[in-house]
């Protein structure tokens, strides 16, 4: 399967503590993207990558944040000190252009 | 980014025509319409996108009304692997742009029943 991969599928975890995801772009796109959705809504925008370099990110991308893409390859997703408001799935998607994204599965993450 | 208006549900008959509508009444010139669908615990995958002319591809067909101020998604023989919920979104696509981001709403949930 060449389609853009996530890991891990599922996280529980305990509030307070950190947690990282990984997401594999689809070979040779050069954007990526990483978006939140919680239950009955739909994706919410977090943050974009072009290569290496982020070049957006959204109000809702907290302190507590952070994503990086170090080699314009594969890009992780930390959340430090979660927080119950955590909980949702995590939606990683790559693009070769300016206009379809193609998602992952997502990484579905519960903090209790 | 202008806002999108969707109906909340929809159902359509297996074989039938599926044909989901989508106000966009502040649009500007340089803004796309997508759409996108969201199968039940899946990531929601790309449909179709135009500017101005109706769009044709195997998934879909796009009719974009003339004033750009609505349109319509139209799944030509709809089966039960399509319900799904449908968003339409409207973006500033340009070379070189670094507005990347998709503002998905609450889309249609499509149900196709036999």
């Known amino acids: 399967d060449t389609g853009v991969s996530q890991d891990p599928r599922h996280k529980i975890t305990k509030r307070g503590q950190n947690v990282t995801f990984r997401c594999d772009p689809i070979?040779?796109?050069?954007?990526l993207y990483w978006y939140r959705q919680t239950l009955g809504q739909g994706p919410e925008f977090l943050t974009y990558f072009q290569n290496e370099a982020q070049l957006e990110k959204s109000r809702l991308l907290s302190d507590r944040f952070s994503a990086e893409r170090p080699k314009g390859s594969f890009s992780t997703l930390e959340i430090q000190r979660t927080e119950q408001g955590d909980s949702a799935m995590y939606l990683c998607a790559s693009s070769p252009r300016d206009h379809e994204q193609y998602f992952g599965p997502g990484t579905r993450l519960t903090v209790t | 980014d202008a806002k999108t208006t969707q109906p909340p549900s929809m159902d359509c008959a297996e074989g039938r025509a599926a044909n989901l509508p989508c106000n966009h009444s502040t649009i500007s010139g340089n803004e796309y319409v997508y759409w996108y669908r969201q199968i039940h615990s899946q990531g929601p995958q790309y449909i179709i996108h135009?500017?101005?002319n109706n769009e044709t591809n195997e998934m879909a067909s796009l009719i974009i009304t003339e004033d750009r101020k609505s349109s319509t998604l139209i799944l030509p023989h709809a089966t039960l692997r399509d319900t799904a919920v449908y968003y339409c979104i409207v973006r500033v696509a340009r070379k070189g742009s670094t507005l990347g981001r998709l503002y998905f709403g609450r889309g249609t949930q499509l149900t196709v029943w036999p």
């Open positions: 135009g500017l101005k």
């Open positions: 070979s040779e796109h050069n954007r």
